[in-house]
Structure formats: C-alpha cells, structure tokens
C-alpha cells in the first residue's frame, strides 16, 4: 500500500516508516524537522519505495499539494514536548490541532478516507481511576498537549462522521526507545553528564507511569490497522505495568556506571503544572485480540536508557 | 460581579445577560453580531450596568483590550449551526476552538480565572446509551460542531490544570425559546409560512432529542455555578424528557392553525450528515442538587413555536 507518514522523520514515525518499509509498503514521509531529525530516516533516502517531503502541516496549500493518491495517513506530527505549553500557549493550538485539521482537509479533498492517528493517555488528565479504559470519562485534559490530543481526536472523528472517513486512534502510553529525543530519559542522562554527583528530580519522584517500548508501540498500531475495522477504532496503547521516576533515575545511574548519586527532589506530587503524576492505561481492548507489548515498563525504560546512552539510530 | 458575556446578543446569551441585570450584576457583551441580533439586547442598553462591544473574537488583541477586572467569563459565542460544518469545514475550528483559546489567553493576561462555558450533548457523538451520562466515553463527535465544542471543553480543562483556571462546563440539550434564530422549529415555521399544504422534513421523523427551555438552561447555568466548586464542573443541562421531529411537525402545525399538512419525509434515520438522531441526556449530576426544568420537552417545545410564531424577544 502507499503510506503517508506526517511526523515521519520523528521519533515513532520514523521507526513507523522502517517497519512498513519492511512489509513492503511505499512511504512517503512529510516532515518540517522542527523535532524530526533527518538522521532518523537517511538510511532509507535511497529506497525506491522511500520519500521524503521536508514541508510543515501548517503549510495547507502544501499539503493539498502532496496528500494524493495514498491509501492511508498516518498522522503522528505534533509537538512532542508536554510541558513546552505551560510557556507557548499557542504551541499545541496550532500543532495538534490545526495540523490535524489541515490533514483532514486536504485528505478530503484527495478523497483520502483512512487515518491512523497518534493520540495519548493524557487526554484523560489527572482521575483516581487506578486503570484507564478507553471509555473513561470525561476526558479533562490538565496540559495543552493533552488538549491538543483531545481536540485532534475530537476533529478526526468528526470527519469519520461527516465524511466518512475511517480512524484508528492510539491513546499511548509514555513511549521510549531508540531516537527519543524528549523526555525523563534524556533529561536524566544529559544532566547526569553535566553533574554525574547528584541530580535533580523535578517532583517527589513517586510519579508512576507505564512505558511503552517504542517497538512495541508500532507493533501495537499495526496491530489495530489490522484487526479492527469499525468506522471508529480508538485504543489504549500501553504495557500493563508502570515505572516510578525515582526507579528511572536508578536505572539511569546504574546504567552510567555511577555511584553515590545524590537526587535532589524539587518536591510536589507532579514534575511540572500540567504533568499527571500517577497513571495506568487499561489495554485490554487490543490485548483481547492478541497484541501484547512484549517488554514490561521497567524492561522497555532500560533498553531506552541504553538506546539513548549507545547514541542508537 | 462583574460579568463578561461572549456571544452576549445571542440566544441563549442575550437571556443570561437580561437575568445577570435582574439578579445586580454589571454585564459587559462582548458579541459580533454574526448570529446575535442587537435587537435582543436593545432594552439593555440605557442600563448604566451594561456595556455592549461590538468586536469579534478572532481578534485576539481586541478581546485581550477588553477582557480586564472582570470576575466571570460567560462564553457563550461559537457558530450556533451544527450543519454548516458539512459545507464550511473550518467554521467551528475557528468559532469553536481558535476563539475559546483567544478568550482563554485573553483571561489569563488578565488574570480572571473563572469561566462557564457552553458545551453541547453533541460531543458525545452516536452512541448506543439509552440515557447519556458526563461519565460516558470516549466522546466521538460527528459533526464538526461538536469536534469544536470537545475541542474547546480540553482547552478550558488544560488551562484549569496549567495555570488555576476555574471552570463549569454545561453539555446542553437542544434548546429552543424566544429569539431562537436557528434549528428544527424555525425551519419548519418557515417552510410553512412559505407553503401551508406540505412539509418537507430531514429524515424519518423518528429523530428523538430532549428540547430544554431557554429561562431552563438559563436557570441551570446559574444553578451549577452557584452549587458547585470543583476546579472543573461539567454538567449535562437537560429536561428528562425527549420529543421527535414529526411530533414538532405536528406541533407546529396546531400552533399555525393548519390543517391537512402533508408531511414529506426526506428519508433515512438522520437529518443530515453529522445529525445525532436520537439521544437522551443523564442530567443527574446536577438535578441531585436541586435544579430541575420546569418545562418538559413537549411543552418547552410548545412554548418555543409560540414565541417564534408571535415574534416574541
């Protein structure tokens, strides 16, 4: 089939766009590069079956231009970075959700019907659920990312009923893995580098999350493209355990090689305004139908930890 | 309190700002006059208590000029058709979403922190519930209105976990009344005011919603605002009773003093392309603590053709 990959030259897209390399697929990748890194792709610049448009999805005449003749979009561009809205109000604005819009429109126009789309778990916000399913509610977002994912989700499914289009939408857990360029993981590490005596751990460190191994998260959107094939297919995509922060910042130090790091806790339940600081994803809905992450969070956070520390492409 | 009032002159607004006065308040309208009629707020205008604006809040340095020392947002304004997303894909994306980020960034300058905001039952999209609770999910809109109302709700919530915001949220029913300038009971008392012996209606007639009243929805956005202090009060508004098309159809009718109307059904379960066709809002939440419609669905219907037939503002 011939793949459209938005976000593709990024941290899951890009490994979205090797494994449908892989089975065969055309991929074409559509990416401004403002978190994509052209060294996440370059080994498939000279594919046949590979294209890559540097372009940004704010650009609607562009993407007009360039959304034509493929069988399905997958439409993972966004800001990566939760907690960059506490300070650019606008930032989740314009790449969630008007990057989505602008997407959809031109899909349309091109009669383009199939969108698989990366949404998250913190679409949900702050509950005293201790397991997330998909039909929690209400989805009360506390971050502008959250509700740049909400709005998103909300648009794309307006389209499916509108315009009969076909969504697949992941709710993800916190995805790690090799060319994660945002996160606890890389925070850790590059401060540990700067300060390998003591490091600073933003909160009281409890904040308990799932990880997902980024292998596992294409995995996982595969899966539901494959299996699922309702108007609206929407999921939970996660591990069914969780990892606490002070339990990465070991990891990491172990990792590292170091000993005697001093942490310094900042203090407070959550990293930052906008962080959900205790979270468990229910997945039950795709693991009924046999798709199971194969690492465990603490597994899927070391192998990350690795990943980031060897430089893997 | 000081009140500010988005889409002040319109339907619903233009009633809330007459009961704010009644009730003391200052009231500022702050409205466009895309769907609101100055005619609604004419006999406010020598009160020395209201202060009309006539501004559009796309215009995000307009609002943050005249967004300061007040106490409460009401924002009320968005595009009131739910069916001209079919045709105008980016009408809610900008009147529904671009704008409550404006208002909200517009607030947050000037430190107001309390907003109610005007959602709608269509969030929830096309679902299989006899009765339709705010814990349902996930909401899966399909229209594009109700992607703009969801998509409005997560950036009010974002911005009350990101920066202290406090707001209530009402989901509402459809709701009809004096100055309603939009929706089934207009279009039918036009249809026939054009030809008395046929009516032309969306669908099978079989479309079931609730109808709330407008001093009803009025009443209950002040009841929860009064009652309740979370950081986040979403509520459904809504009578506990539900009224189909044809049973408009039919009132109408008597009230126009018709008789022998054909009715010429266009055909299928919805109106049209994003039309929930029947729904019923779980309005517990809020009637547990006391507020309850006054009218039913029948009779707030009822009322409504009366006032639109008699022009009634």
Known sequence: MKMFITGGAGFIGSHLADTLLKDGHSVTVYDNLSSGDKRFIEHNLQDKKFIFIKADLLNLPEIKKEIKDYDVV??????????LGETQTDLDVNQGILATYN??????HADIKKIVFSSSSVVYGETNEPSLPETYGPTLPISLYGAGKLGAEGLISAFCGTFDFQTWIYRFANVV???????????????????????????????CKPYLYVSDCVSGILFGFTHFHDRVNLFNLSCDSTTTVTRIAEMVTEEMGLENVTFNYTGGIRGWKGDVPRFQLDATKITTLGWNA????????????????????
Chains 1, 2 share one sequence.
Request: net charge positive.
């Open 177 to 207: 893995g090799a060319r994660g360029t945002h996160g606890v993981i890389v925070d850790f590490i590059d401060k540990l580098k700067k300060n390998p005596r003591q490091l600073e751990i933003l909160g009281d460190g409890k904040q």
């Open 294 to 313: 194969t690492l465990s969070s603490d597994e899927a956070v070391r192998r990350a930890i690795r990943d980031v520390l060897h430089a893997k492409l």
């Open 103 to 108: 997407v959809l429109e031109a899909m349309r």
């Open 74 to 83: 997958f439409h993972l561009a966004a800001n990566p970075h939760v907690r």
